[in-house]
């Protein structure tokens, strides 16, 4: 019954593969997300999405022992594997303000005076919380949809501003000035207006037709990002949406990038890097449904603007989901996470244990396969950030895994990468076959770039946890990461 959810994808996954026009049309990503709807239907129908019934954690830290952090003895839903990860706080989508639930995107802020903030994605919109010195969870209100409720919420931060989009019709990009959680009295949380309270929101219909989008990003430039709008129309097709923020009440969309279609996520970055052709520019590494798409987006005016570096496919390709440079200092190799290879069982995930794909950037003209890693935890990958050598990525089912990435500059291969701790948020799969369950269930995503260490991991089901590398005094780095930096 559990793996009922993801049949629309598995049937006859091992020799199927989708042509130009299915990813063109927007039907492979339909198939995604019907399959999505599949399974949450059933977990809404099985009482699963019903937060309230997930305590808030009551002990100042439960500690990873012998590979268990155990917040209640006897109760399986309430013991959670681990690997140098301790539990710090955790509080349910109900303790956080949401009538509806259903978590999905997450992001962090630091504010000047150091203090650390959080923003949840829900159903109904995103909630604020601080997180405290000692890893606490203290909720301080929400920022409700600007249209209708829906699962999908992507949240990213520009400066002060929490930028936040979703695939709802009519939602636009909500844009917030996170200093106003300042003030705030935790015993009064406020319920923030979407017209009087916001400070600025876009939703040009010739950018974004219906008002959605699938994605939000930041870059290192003064403007921020919108992509996987729907309708695929003749414009933008979907593909990357400039938006200055010179001014973030009246965010001005300046153009789009076209022509590769539809974009699913990405990381646009100021390029650092061995390919000295491109060294201070503009560069954003694009995941592209079938190819991870580079380009130099030094030109943002009109809608064809920018220009495609490179279109790369990779064996066992079948969804691009998302990508990541292992570092954002010197972008010599970028990490893939594929959504469809393990449910399709293609290429090196076709006994549908979790692949990383590894490409070296030497050439941002022809990027180069180098290697793989392969994750032991049985399940989907699905979101992946670095921070210092170490790849924390949102694993659904498998939760938070921890990888040290700092070794692939001296082994491309991937053979020398290593799990490094784990925090497998979703017990409810834990004595299935494999250990684990191919469906879109558990952790949608996580913040791990708080300098304290404090992680926050956004569930679907359940609500926030904030954990912590327990092998380190505040945040992790990689072994050799100093290395990475030095180079």
Request: proline share 4%; charged share 20%.
């Amino acid at each position: 019954m559990k793996f009922s959810a993801i049949a629309l994808l598995a049937t006859g996954a091992s020799a199927l593969s989708y042509s130009k026009e299915e990813y063109a049309s927007g039907a492979v990503h339909q198939s995604i997300m019907d399959a999505k709807h599949a399974s949450w239907d059933r977990q809404r129908a099985a009482g699963e999405m019903d937060a309230a019934q997930y305590p808030a954690l009551d002990a100042d830290v439960v500690k990873c022992v012998d590979g268990l952090a155990v917040v209640e003895a006897g109760n399986p839903n309430q013991t959670f594997r681990c690997n140098n990860i301790d539990l710090y706080d955790f509080k349910s989508h109900a303790d956080l303000g949401s009538f509806l639930g259903e978590g999905s995107g997450s992001w962090g802020w630091t504010a000047a005076d150091g203090r650390e903030f959080g923003v949840i994605g829900q159903a109904d919109g995103a909630a604020f919380v601080e997180i405290t010195p000692e890893g606490k969870l203290v909720y301080l209100g929400r920022l409700p949809q600007s249209s209708v409720p829906i699962i999908w919420r992507e949240i990213r931060v520009y400066r002060s501003y929490v930028i936040i989009g979703s695939e709802a019709v009519g939602h636009g990009i909500q844009i917030f000035d996170l200093n106003r959680l300042l003030t705030i009295d935790p015993a009064n949380p406020v319920n923030f207006s979407t017209t009087a309270d916001i400070t600025g929101f876009f939703n040009n219909s010739a950018y974004l037709p219906v008002g959605r989008a699938h994605n939000v990003h930041v870059s290192d430039s003064n403007y921020i990002l919108a992509m996987g709008a729907q309708p695929r129309n003749t414009t933008c097709r979907s593909g990357l949406v400039f938006i200055n923020m010179d001014n973030p009440a009246r965010p001005n969309a300046t153009g789009c990038a076209s022509a590769d279609g539809y974009t699913h996520d990405v990381e646009c970055l100021v390029y650092k890097g061995p390919d000295t052709r491109y060294v201070g520019k503009d560069i954003c590494y694009a995941s592209n449904e079938d190819t991870l798409t580079i380009w130099d987006v030094s030109n943002k005016s009109g809608f064809n603007a920018s220009k495609i570096i490179s279109r790369t496919p990779y064996f066992g390709a079948r969804y691009t989901h998302q990508s990541t440079v292992i570092d954002k200092e010197w972008q010599d190799y970028l990490l893939i996470d594929d959504e469809l290879d393990e449910t399709n069982r293609v290429g090196p995930a076709a006994d549908q244990f979790p692949v990383t794909y590894i490409l070296s950037l030497a050439d941002l003209e022809k990027p180069v396969n180098t290697g793989i890693y392969k994750s032991k935890a049985f399940s989907i990958d699905h979101n992946q950030y670095v921070w210092d050598g170490l790849d924390y990525q949102s694993n659904y089912g498998a939760g938070l895994r921890v990888l040290d990435v700092s070794t692939i500059r001296a082994d491309p291969t991937g053979n020398s990468i290593e799990e490094v701790a784990f925090f497998d948020i979703y017990p409810e799969d834990d004595a299935l076959p494999n250990g684990g369950i191919i469906d879109f269930v558990g952790t949608w995503s996580h913040y791990a770039g708080f300098a304290s260490g404090n992680i926050l991991v956004n569930t679907i089901e359940r609500g926030a946890f904030v954990v912590k590398l327990s092998q380190f005094p505040a945040r992790g780095y990689g072994r050799y990461t100093k290395k990475i930096r030095a180079a």
